[in-house]
Structures are given as structure tokens and as C-alpha cells.
């Protein structure tokens, strides 16, 4: 470098080398806040995320009303928030992470993350991070619609739900990571949605299984159904309903061993 | 004991399939020094800068970064050293400051945002998500999300590609600022003025392998001060370069570039330029232009490969 480049540039110790790593928790911090921020402006992600379990839980109890559906015995309110509140969970921690992570593979964030300080162990948990709260304004919006429209849980139910919702979150969460993981992003899109709606309609997430009939016994081996029974047994009878907590935990442990076996960072 | 240079490749092999993107390359690069590995698309910059960044692990050969192994102690030395990716990188909705604070916040000692904002003149699309920046203004924040965590080296991988000539200066100017302030650093480029204007060493990279290096001075002088560029209006008849070569004698050395176009290389002067312009009317080839000139980089790659670094000409990127 020439004298007259050192005076043009004025260069004076401020890049000065001074590498280090942030605080474990503050990486973690910083990339949970960044995830929320992001998942909650995307407009399609606000609707998969709170107006659609909104509507689905309006909805039916309208529809419940006027038709005279008989869901077990149970005031429809009451026998579908829990479902709704399943839905709700399901559609972060499957649908809105799968496409988020499949498009932060597809844009080389991953990656760019991957040369940053950032352990792989601090991004899961960065998007944990983000899930939970996401799902916190989740169950604040549908359980204050679901009051309004005379919701009365059990109330201890209520702490036993918190367990009910981590569970199915690692389950859905585990299968949404693998999708994202091996898919191009395009396709995680359109088969995360698809198996969301499919679950919606057909996965005794919202309404109780035997509203299936004789698919009811099938049924209870999906995520879906499971998560919505422990929510209903939780939520309506204030009890852990262990068989749904057996599948939901299977479901947990084989989509952590298969996004841990087959997820691409690039 | 001296520190080890900060990076040292050796006999590094890279496949990917049946292609072989990094063929026995060797390179070093001294602590402090803007070093800039220049070659073709394609040439296995990008393979053997990944390499060396930790995403791919050496098929054959040894990297060492700062005398580390960067895949075994890739956590050692991920917080000394800043990456700017070829593209990409960042969430396609965050917006460019948000995505630069972000990083920043990964790191202990980051450097002042505003000071980073304003040097690589993000301000203006400070708000604007990255799927809106334009080519130039995602190399910029990819820059600046390198350089941030105040590494001691940098590896930046095309840091110009897509710039216009002013923000391409700028840029320049702060990596010459990063090295005067003690940061070493490693570029891959094709473009031969970023590599002769900025960097104090030059690897020049074909085929997987280093076929020259040192200094651009060094490099330009060693086939002599000047050369001879001579294109013609047609294409040349067949055997034109030899015959150019029987009239100037073995001094010189006549390199075709293409139909249209050759460079002639070594003690080349006025009166080689005299001898090149009497041929040119024997041979019954016309000049659209003749001229001499320093010789450049460009004139020592086609000297060693027989190939241009024009992009477009040199296969698929790596």
C-alpha cells in the first residue's frame, strides 16, 4: 500500500481484528427473535398461523349450533377449542417451520449461518425459540375467541395441555425439519400445505375421532389425532391421556432421528 | 515459533461426481496480505475458498487455516474468520440493516453498524428486504456481514461481481483499510484489474491448479514490459500465428486468443510493432486495431493456460 492510499483511506485501527463468539444464550436470543419477527410479517404465514384456526373454531361452533352436530355429549365450544388449539400447533410447528427452513436452505442462510458463530444446537434452539412464542400469540388469540364464545376448560387441564402441545410440537416439528431438509423448497411448500389441509380435514385434529367412525382406531396413530385427543383429554376432562402421548412421542423420536440423519444444510 | 500463514493449501483434491473441480492445487497465503486466487469460471476458486471456509472436506491434500483444521476445529475458528458467500445469504423478507444487526449479534466485539452502513453506503436501502436489493447491494450487505465480527481473516468469495465501477472502488478501498488495520485477505476473483489493482499476491488458478504466482508486478515483468494486441477484421487463414512467430524470432512469443485476435508477449518494442504491422500486410490480414501496451494479468493467464479469463469462456462456475 502507497503512503497516499493509507492517507485516502485514513485508516486508523477501527477493523482492527477483535474476533469472538457472542454469549451462547445471546446467539440463541437473537436468532429466536429474529425467527418470530420473520415468521409473524409474512401475511400467509399470519393466516395459517391465527386466522385459519380462528375461523375453523368460529366456524364449527356456529355450524355445531345450527346443525345440532353432536360432538360426545360436550358443549361444541368446549369439545372444539381444543382441536383448534391442536390445529394451531400443528400448522407452526409443521407448516410455517418446513417452509421457512426449506427457503432458508434454498437462500444460502443456512449455510451463511453455518459460517457465522452460531452452533448448529444454537440455531434449533433459536427456532424453538421462535415456535413457542409463535404459538403463544397462537393460543392468546383462539383461547380469547374461544372464551368469548363461552369456553370453560378444565383448569387444571390447562397446565396439563402445556406438556400435550410441547410434545406434538417436537413431533411435527421433527417431520417439518426432515420435508425442509431434503425437499427443494417449492416442493416443501406445496407438501407441507398439502399435508396440513389433509390433516385439517381427514386427522381428527379438530373434530374428536369419533366423528370419523370406523376410521377411528387408524386414526389414532396419526400426529394429528393424537395431539387433538391429548388436548380434548387434557382440556374437557382435566386428564393425561397416555396413549396419545405414546404416539405423539414415537412421532417426536422418528422425526428427530430422521431430520438428524437426513437433513442437507446446502 | 513463527505463526503459520494463514492459510495453507496443499495437493488439494476436490470431486464432485466424475469432475475433478480441484486437481493438486497448493497455495499460501501470508497473515496480512490482500491475496486474490483469479481464474475462469470454473476454475475450482469457488471449491477450494469452501474448502478452506470448512463446508467441504478435502478429498485429497491438507488445508490449514491459521494453523487450524478447518473442519475438526471449524468452532475454534469460525468466530476468527468472516465469510462472504458468492450469493445468498440471507433471509429473502429481512431487511438489509436488520440482516446486518443480526450477524453482528452473533458476535463478541462487533464493529459499529453505523460506521459499516455508511462506508458501504447501505443507507439508502437500509429498510428494503433482501429479495428487493439489487446485485450490487446484496454483494455490499454480504461484505458487511463478513467483515462485521471483526475477523482476522476474511474470505470473500467474487466481492465485486455485479458492482458498478464507483461502489467497486469503495469496496476496494475498505478492504485496502481492513489490511492496513491488520486483516488478512483471501479473494477469489475473475476479474484481472480487481486482482492487479488490490491484491500484493496473485494465484492464478486453471483446471484445479495453481499455473502461477507472486506478485502482479512480478508476474506482468517476468515475459517482459509490453505487449502487442493485434485484431484483425476477418478471421485469421490457418497458420497465421506461426507465421507472425518465424517473422518476429524467438524472443517473442505469439499467443492466439481467438479467430480474431492474438497478444504478442516478451521484449516487445517499437520495433517489434513495426515488424507486427509489415506481416500483417504480407499475410493479407487487415487490423481493426494494433496496439501496445503493459503487458496485464489477463496477457500472463492466456500466456500460461492457452485460455482467456473472460467469463462466458471457461465452462460452468464451481
Not at chain 1, 107 to 132: D, I, M
Not at chain 1, 147 to 164: F, I, M, N, Q, R
Not at chain 2, 243 to 269: N, Q, W
Request: charged share 15%; glycine share 12%.
Amino acid at each position: 500500500m502507497t503512503q497516499q492510499d493509507t492517507a485516502r483511506t485514513g485508516a486508523d485501527g477501527t477493523f482492527a481484528p477483535r474476533p469472538g463468539a457472542a454469549p451462547y444464550a445471546a446467539m440463541v436470543r437473537a436468532q429466536a427473535s429474529m425467527e418470530t419477527r420473520l415468521l409473524l410479517r409474512n401475511g400467509e404465514q399470519l393466516l395459517i398461523a391465527v386466522v385459519i384456526p380462528v375461523i375453523a373454531l368460529v366456524g364449527g361452533v356456529v355450524a355445531a349450533g345450527r346443525l345440532g352436530i353432536d360432538l360426545d355429549g360436550a358443549d361444541p365450544v368446549d369439545a372444539l377449542t381444543p382441536g383448534v388449539l391442536a390445529l394451531a400447533v400443528m400448522s407452526t410447528a409443521f407448516t410455517s417451520l418446513a417452509i421457512a427452513t426449506g427457503f432458508e436452505r434454498r437462500y444460502g442462510l443456512l449455510k451463511r449461518l453455518g459460517a457465522s458463530p452460531l452452533p448448529r444446537s444454537g440455531l434449533l434452539l433459536g427456532k424453538v425459540g421462535g415456535l413457542l412464542v409463535v404459538q403463544a400469540v397462537q393460543v392468546v388469540v383462539v383461547g380469547a375467541v374461544a372464551l368469548a364464545l363461552g369456553w370453560s376448560p378444565d383448569p387444571l387441564g390447562l397446565l396439563l395441555a402445556v406438556p400435550c402441545a410441547l410434545l406434538g410440537t417436537a413431533a411435527f416439528a421433527g417431520l417439518g425439519l426432515t420435508l425442509a431438509g431434503t425437499l427443494r423448497a417449492e416442493a416443501t411448500l406445496a407438501v407441507a400445505n398439502l399435508v396440513y389441509l389433509l390433516l385439517l380435514a381427514g386427522g381428527a385434529v379438530v373434530l374428536p375421532r369419533s366423528s370419523y367412525g370406523a376410521a377411528s382406531e387408524v386414526l389414532a396413530l396419526l400426529p394429528s389425532a393424537a395431539l387433538g385427543d391429548a388436548l380434548r383429554a387434557a382440556l374437557l376432562d382435566g386428564t393425561l391421556a397416555v396413549l396419545p402421548l405414546v404416539v405423539l412421542a414415537v412421532w417426536a423420536a422418528l422425526g428427530a432421528s430422521l431430520a438428524s440423519r437426513f437433513f442437507r444444510w446446502e | 515459533m513463527p505463526a503459520p500463514p494463514a492459510v495453507q493449501v496443499s495437493d488439494l483434491v476436490m470431486r464432485y461426481g466424475a469432475t475433478t473441480a480441484v486437481d493438486g492445487l497448493s497455495l499460501e497465503v501470508a497473515r496480512g496480505s490482500i491475496t486474490a486466487v483469479l481464474g475462469p469460471n470454473g476454475a475450482g476458486k469457488t471449491t477450494t475458498l469452501e474448502t478452506c471456509e470448512g463446508y467441504r472436506r478435502p478429498q485429497g491434500g491438507t488445508v490449514r487455516v491459521l494453523g487450524l483444521d478447518p473442519v475438526r476445529d471449524r468452532r475454534a475458528l469460525l468466530p476468527r474468520v468472516g465469510v462472504m458467500l458468492q450469493g445468498g445469504g440471507a433471509w429473502s423478507g429481512v431487511r438489509a440493516v436488520e440482516m446486518l444487526r443480526h450477524v453482528a449479534a452473533l458476535h463478541a466485539h462487533p464493529l459499529p453498524l453505523d460506521l459499516l452502513v455508511e462506508r458501504l453506503g447501505l443507507a439508502e436501502c437500509g429498510r428494503t428486504p433482501y429479495r428487493r436489493l439489487s446485485g450490487g447491494q446484496q454483494q455490499r450487505l454480504g461484505l458487511a456481514m463478513a467483515v462485521v465480527g471483526r475477523p482476522e481473516l476474511l474470505f470473500v468469495d467474487e466481492p465485486t461481481a455485479g458492482m458498478d465501477p464507483a461502489v467497486r472502488r469503495t469496496t476496494w478501498d475498505l478492504l485496502r483499510e481492513l489490511q492496513h488495520d491488520g486483516v488478512t485477505t483471501v479473494l477469489t476473483t475473475h476479474y484481472m484489474e480487481e486482482a492487479e489493482r488490490l491484491a500484493d499476491l496473485v494465484h492464478l488458478v486453471d483446471h484445479g491448479r495453481v499455473v502461477a504466482s507472486g506478485s502482479p508486478l512480478a508476474l506482468t515483468r517476468g515475459r517482459g514490459d509490453a505487449t502487442i494486441r493485434l485484431v484483425v477484421t476477418e478471421p485469421f487463414p490457418a497458420g497465421a500465428p506461426q507465421s507472425l512467430a518465424a517473422a518476429l524470432g524467438a524472443a517473442t512469443e505469439v499467443l492466439p486468443v481467438d479467430e480474431y485476435s492474438l497478444v504478442v508477449t516478451g521484449p516487445a518494442d517499437a520495433s517489434t510493432l513495426s515488424v507486427v504491422s509489415a506481416w500483417c500486410e504480407d499475410f493479407g490480414v487487415v487490423p481493426e486495431s494494433l496496439t501496445m501496451g503493459r503487458m496485464t494479468l489477463e496477457d500472463v493467464f492466456l500466456a500460461e493456460t492457452g485460455r482467456t479469463l473472460a467469463p462466458g469462456e471457461g465452462g460452468h462456475a464451481a
